[in-house]
C-alpha cells in the first residue's frame, strides 16, 4: 500500500470502518511509515475535539446587545458587538472574560474592547484544574472559570442595590451547578476521554457563567 | 409587639401605604403591529392582546414611581421611573396591545403574564415567574428564581429559568428549555427542533416530532422521561455515564466502558428520519411508548 493509497482509507479506517484485508495492509504501512502516522493521529485529534464540542457552540445570545445597550445606548461598543459573529467556544469564553473584565472595572466602552483582565484580581489569576484532558475544551473551561470568577466579582459590587434575598437564591443555584461541575470531574477522572463527559463540562460551565451574566446584566438596571 | 398593637399599627399604616401609590389609567393610539416595550422593576405586569389600535395602562404606580407612557404608533414604551432604588417601588400595571403587537418586558422583582398576543414576545424577571399564553410567533423568556410556562406558542421559542419549573404546553416550532434546579416538562404540541439542558432538574418529554425534526437532551443528574408514540420514525443515540437506562421502543442498553459504567443506546424506529439524542451523566433515562 501506498501512502496516497492510505490517504483514501484513512478516514474509513479512523471510523472503525475499515475491515479485512484492506485493514491489515493499512495497519502494517502504519508501522513503517512515521509521516502516515502522523497524519493519523491528526485526524483522530481533530475528530475528537469537534466530538466533545458543545452542541451549541454560540455563546449565550441575549447578553451582548442587553449589556451594551444598558451600558452606553448606541455606542459603537453596540455596532462592535452586534457585528460580532461567535467562531469558536474559547473565543466565546474570552468575550465573556472581556466583558466581566469590564464590569469588573468600571471602566468605559474602550477597556471592553481590550479583553483586558484585571491583573489585580487573585481570584482570576487562578487558574483551577479543569479535569479535561482535551487541551482545546481544558482552555475553553478555564476562560468560562475566569469569566465566571470575574462576573462574581461583579456581582459583589453590586451588594448594595441587591436585595440580599436575591443573592442568596442566585448563590444557592450556583452552589447546584457546582455541585454539578464536581460530579462530571468525577466521572472525567474515569472515563477522561469520553467526549460526552468533556461536552457536559464545558456546557455546564457555560450554565453557569449564563446564570452569571444575567443577573449581573439585569442588576445594572437598578 | 402584643397582638393589639399589631393590630392598630395595621389599621394606622394600611391607609397611608394605599395613598402612597398611584393609580394609573392611560391611552395611545398604536399601530396593530407595532413594537411595546415594557419596564416595571418591581411587582407585576399583565399584558393581554385585544383587537383595538390603542395601547392601554392601567394599574398602580408605587410611591416614589412615575409612569412613563410615550411613543409614536409603530413604537410604545412603557416604564416605571424611579429617583432612588426602583427595587423599593412595588407597581402593577395592566396593559392592552394590539393582539398583533410585539412585547418586550423587563423587570427584577417582577412576575410577568402576556396572554394573546401574536408576534413576539420576550421578558426576562430576576425574581419571579412569566407566563405566556396564545400563538405568539417567536416567544423567549427568561427568569433566574421563578417558573416559566410557555402555552400554545409557535415558531421559536426560548424558555429558560435557573430556580424553577420550565413547563412547554401545545407549542410548535423550534423549542430551547434550560433550567438549573426545577422540573423541564414539554408536554402536547409537536415540534422541529428541541433541545433540552438541565443540571439537576427533572425532565419529560411527552410531545410530538416532526419528519425531520432533531430532539436533544441533555441533563447532568437529573433524570429524563421520554414518551414517544410507538408508531415515531427516529434514530435514537442514548447514553448515561451512571445512570439507568429503560427503553421501551427498542433493545436493551449496553454497557459501553469496561472500566466505567457507562452505558448507551442507539437504535432506529420505523424508517428513520427524525433524530433524537438523550445524555445524562447520573440521572436515569426512560423511554416509553406514549398512551
Redesign the interface.
Given at each position: 500500500m501506498t501512502c496516497h493509497e492510505l490517504d483514501l482509507l484513512l478516514d474509513d479506517w479512523v471510523d472503525g470502518a475499515l475491515t479485512g484485508a484492506k485493514a491489515r495492509e493499512l495497519e502494517l504501512h502504519l508501522a513503517g511509515c512515521a509521516p502516515c502516522r502522523d497524519r493519523e493521529r491528526q485526524l483522530r485529534q481533530l475528530l475528537a475535539h469537534a466530538a466533545a464540542l458543545p452542541r451549541s457552540m454560540a455563546p449565550p445570545r441575549d447578553l451582548w446587545p442587553g449589556i451594551a445597550e444598558r451600558i452606553e445606548r448606541g455606542s459603537a461598543w453596540s455596532a462592535f458587538l452586534a457585528s460580532w459573529q461567535p467562531v469558536a467556544l474559547a473565543a466565546a469564553a474570552a468575550l465573556v472574560i472581556g466583558l466581566a473584565a469590564f464590569l469588573w472595572n468600571g471602566s468605559g466602552p474602550a477597556a471592553v474592547r481590550t479583553l483586558a483582565m484585571p491583573s489585580a484580581s487573585p481570584q482570576l489569576r487562578a487558574v483551577t484544574n479543569t479535569g479535561i484532558a482535551d487541551p482545546v475544551l481544558a482552555a475553553a473551561a478555564r476562560d468560562y472559570e475566569q469569566a465566571a470568577g470575574a462576573l462574581l466579582e461583579a456581582l459583589q459590587r453590586r451588594r448594595a442595590v441587591l436585595p440580599a434575598e436575591d443573592l442568596a437564591r442566585v448563590e444557592a443555584n450556583l452552589e447546584v451547578i457546582d455541585r454539578a461541575l464536581e460530579e462530571v470531574r468525577q466521572a472525567l477522572v474515569k472515563d477522561p476521554a469520553s467526549p460526552e463527559l468533556n461536552r457536559m463540562l464545558v456546557a455546564t460551565h457555560r450554565k453557569k457563567v449564563d446564570v452569571l451574566r444575567r443577573v449581573v446584566r439585569l442588576s445594572t438596571a437598578l | 409587639m402584643k397582638p393589639a398593637a399589631v393590630v392598630l399599627a395595621t389599621v394606622l399604616l394600611a391607609p397611608v401605604s394605599l395613598a402612597a401609590q398611584t393609580t394609573v389609567d392611560q391611552k395611545r393610539p398604536a399601530a396593530p403591529d407595532g413594537a411595546v416595550s415594557i419596564?416595571n422593576?418591581a411587582g407585576s405586569v399583565k399584558v393581554t392582546g385585544w383587537d383595538k389600535a390603542e395601547v392601554q395602562v392601567r394599574g398602580t404606580v408605587g410611591e416614589g414611581g412615575e409612569l412613563s407612557f410615550e411613543g409614536s404608533g409603530r413604537r410604545t414604551h412603557i416604564e416605571i421611573e424611579a429617583d432612588h432604588?426602583?427595587?423599593g417601588i412595588k407597581s402593577d400595571l395592566e396593559v392592552f396591545v394590539p393582539a398583533g403587537s410585539s412585547v418586550d418586558i423587563?423587570g427584577?422583582?417582577a412576575t410577568i403574564s402576556v396572554t394573546g398576543v401574536l408576534g413576539s414576545v420576550t421578558a426576562?424577571?430576576?425574581?419571579g415567574s412569566i407566563t405566556q399564553a396564545g400563538a405568539a410567533k417567536h416567544v423567549?423568556l427568561?427568569s433566574?428564581?421563578g417558573d416559566v410556562e410557555v402555552s400554545k406558542a409557535t415558531g421559536r421559542i426560548k424558555a429558560e429559568t435557573?430556580?424553577g419549573s420550565v413547563v412547554v404546553r401545545d407549542a410548535s416550532g423550534d423549542l430551547e428549555a434550560?433550567t438549573?434546579?426545577g422540573k423541564l416538562h414539554v408536554i402536547g404540541g409537536s415540534y422541529d427542533r428541541a433541545?433540552i439542558?438541565s443540571?439537576?432538574g427533572t425532565v419529560r418529554f411527552e410531545a410530538a416530532l416532526t419528519s425531520r425534526a432533531s430532539l436533544?437532551i441533555?441533563t447532568?443528574?437529573a433524570p429524563v422521561e421520554l414518551l414517544l408514540p410507538a408508531t415515531v420514525s427516529a434514530e435514537f443515540q442514548v447514553?448515561s455515564?451512571?445512570g439507568r437506562i429503560n427503553n421501551e421502543l427498542g433493545p436493551a442498553a449496553e454497557k459501553r466502558?469496561k472500566?466505567?459504567p457507562?452505558t448507551e443506546l442507539g437504535f432506529t424506529t420505523g424508517s428513520g428520519g427524525a433524530r433524537i439524542t438523550l445524555?445524562t451523566?447520573?440521572g436515569a433515562i426512560d423511554i416509553r411508548k406514549r398512551p
Amino acid at each position: 500500500m501506498t501512502c496516497h493509497e492510505l490517504d483514501l482509507l484513512l478516514d474509513d479506517w479512523v471510523d472503525g470502518a475499515l475491515t479485512g484485508a484492506k485493514a491489515r495492509e493499512l495497519e502494517l504501512h502504519l508501522a513503517g511509515c512515521a509521516p502516515c502516522r502522523d497524519r493519523e493521529r491528526q485526524l483522530r485529534q481533530l475528530l475528537a475535539h469537534a466530538a466533545a464540542l458543545p452542541r451549541s457552540m454560540a455563546p449565550p445570545r441575549d447578553l451582548w446587545p442587553g449589556i451594551a445597550e444598558r451600558i452606553e445606548r448606541g455606542s459603537a461598543w453596540s455596532a462592535f458587538l452586534a457585528s460580532w459573529q461567535p467562531v469558536a467556544l474559547a473565543a466565546a469564553a474570552a468575550l465573556v472574560i472581556g466583558l466581566a473584565a469590564f464590569l469588573w472595572n468600571g471602566s468605559g466602552p474602550a477597556a471592553v474592547r481590550t479583553l483586558a483582565m484585571p491583573s489585580a484580581s487573585p481570584q482570576l489569576r487562578a487558574v483551577t484544574n479543569t479535569g479535561i484532558a482535551d487541551p482545546v475544551l481544558a482552555a475553553a473551561a478555564r476562560d468560562y472559570e475566569q469569566a465566571a470568577g470575574a462576573l462574581l466579582e461583579a456581582l459583589q459590587r453590586r451588594r448594595a442595590v441587591l436585595p440580599a434575598e436575591d443573592l442568596a437564591r442566585v448563590e444557592a443555584n450556583l452552589e447546584v451547578i457546582d455541585r454539578a461541575l464536581e460530579e462530571v470531574r468525577q466521572a472525567l477522572v474515569k472515563d477522561p476521554a469520553s467526549p460526552e463527559l468533556n461536552r457536559m463540562l464545558v456546557a455546564t460551565h457555560r450554565k453557569k457563567v449564563d446564570v452569571l451574566r444575567r443577573v449581573v446584566r439585569l442588576s445594572t438596571a437598578l | 409587639m402584643k397582638p393589639a398593637a399589631v393590630v392598630l399599627a395595621t389599621v394606622l399604616l394600611a391607609p397611608v401605604s394605599l395613598a402612597a401609590q398611584t393609580t394609573v389609567d392611560q391611552k395611545r393610539p398604536a399601530a396593530p403591529d407595532g413594537a411595546v416595550s415594557i419596564e416595571n422593576m418591581a411587582g407585576s405586569v399583565k399584558v393581554t392582546g385585544w383587537d383595538k389600535a390603542e395601547v392601554q395602562v392601567r394599574g398602580t404606580v408605587g410611591e416614589g414611581g412615575e409612569l412613563s407612557f410615550e411613543g409614536s404608533g409603530r413604537r410604545t414604551h412603557i416604564e416605571i421611573e424611579a429617583d432612588h432604588n426602583p427595587m423599593g417601588i412595588k407597581s402593577d400595571l395592566e396593559v392592552f396591545v394590539p393582539a398583533g403587537s410585539s412585547v418586550d418586558i423587563e423587570g427584577f422583582q417582577a412576575t410577568i403574564s402576556v396572554t394573546g398576543v401574536l408576534g413576539s414576545v420576550t421578558a426576562e424577571t430576576v425574581n419571579g415567574s412569566i407566563t405566556q399564553a396564545g400563538a405568539a410567533k417567536h416567544v423567549e423568556l427568561q427568569s433566574v428564581n421563578g417558573d416559566v410556562e410557555v402555552s400554545k406558542a409557535t415558531g421559536r421559542i426560548k424558555a429558560e429559568t435557573v430556580n424553577g419549573s420550565v413547563v412547554v404546553r401545545d407549542a410548535s416550532g423550534d423549542l430551547e428549555a434550560s433550567t438549573v434546579h426545577g422540573k423541564l416538562h414539554v408536554i402536547g404540541g409537536s415540534y422541529d427542533r428541541a433541545e433540552i439542558e438541565s443540571v439537576a432538574g427533572t425532565v419529560r418529554f411527552e410531545a410530538a416530532l416532526t419528519s425531520r425534526a432533531s430532539l436533544s437532551i441533555e441533563t447532568v443528574s437529573a433524570p429524563v422521561e421520554l414518551l414517544l408514540p410507538a408508531t415515531v420514525s427516529a434514530e435514537f443515540q442514548v447514553s448515561s455515564f451512571s445512570g439507568r437506562i429503560n427503553n421501551e421502543l427498542g433493545p436493551a442498553a449496553e454497557k459501553r466502558g469496561k472500566w466505567t459504567p457507562q452505558t448507551e443506546l442507539g437504535f432506529t424506529t420505523g424508517s428513520g428520519g427524525a433524530r433524537i439524542t438523550l445524555e445524562t451523566l447520573s440521572g436515569a433515562i426512560d423511554i416509553r411508548k406514549r398512551p
